[in-house]
């Protein structure tokens, strides 16, 4: 019991020390490139929003709520369909391991 205890905190550290160093090299990354095209590109913007009237802004609600709904539909299917895959994936595995045994 302890030995798994102590595997665990092991394990823990290790992702710990390994998420610090990709994080720290994102960060770094990130700078470079901020950097880079600031001194490239200007202090202006890379793209430039273009300029919408309130009215079409408020048009295009129902547009983004039915986009959002359907975006969380889709990802709620694909959660489910990947426990089934998940699901059937292990019980074919066991089914051909124990009759092959």
């Keep these: 019991m302890a030995a798994a205890s102590l595997d665990a905190r092991r394990d823990s ?3 710990d020390v390994k998420s610090r ?4 090299g994102i960060v770094v990354s990130a700078v ?5 095209s600031q001194e490239i590109l200007g202090v202006g913007h890379a793209l430039t929003p273009a300029a919408w009237p309130a009215r079409l802004r ?10 959002g709904t359907v975006s969380g539909i889709t990802a709620l299917l694909f959660k ?12 074919l595995t066991l089914t051909l391991t124990s009759s092959s045994g």
């Design 21 to 24: 160093t990709s994080i720290s």
């Design 80 to 91: 489910r369909m990947t426990a089934v895959a998940l699901t059937l994936t292990l019980t």
């Design 32 to 36: 470079v490139a901020a950097v880079t």
């Design 13 to 15: 550290a290790e992702l």
């Design 58 to 67: 408020l048009a295009s609600l129902p547009l983004y709520v039915g986009l």
